[in-house]
């Protein structure tokens, strides 16, 4: 699998952190971080971005001439992790001025999976009107919110349940987080 994964400026970078650190080894990871990104990270952790897994190609936001600018480039699915609402209010009117919209453009115009988790609290309605018009286009629009039936009891498991559902909208396997059984799952 060929695997866009976004970070915009919005709070939560961790989560992108978190996300790059869990993807499986075989799956080829080209990674667009904005400069707001960095920025985010640092205020929130203190620390510099980095991530775990090496299996990552990484592009500058600013760089429209990537590869992945391109529809030929071949990838199979995109994530914004976090989408800002700046971010997705470009993608809904299809401004692309940076990598990220521009792929975003690509993948929208080559029916792909795209996944976006937009950061913010309350929505407002424009915010919620973009998620609609961005929603009957085909994105899956997935805000990290939790399911209180896996029984997260830190704040490391409220991740990985947030993770792994966005896992599963990419259709990567994993087991970051308990199931839902029905009623006897106690």
Known sequence: ???IVAISGASGVVLAKKFLDHLPLDIDIYLIISK??????KLETGKKFSFKNKNIKVFKNKDISAPLASGSFGADAMIILPCSMNTLAKCTVGIADSLTTRAFSVMLKERKKIVISPREMPFS??????MHKLSTLGVTVAPPVLGYYS???TLNHMEDFIIGKLFDLLDIKNNLYRRWEGKNNE
């Open 1 to 3: 699998m060929k695997l």
């Open 125 to 130: 309605t424009i915010q919620l009107e973009n």
């Open 151 to 153: 029984k997260q009891q």
């Open 36 to 41: 707001n990104a960095k920025l985010s990270y």
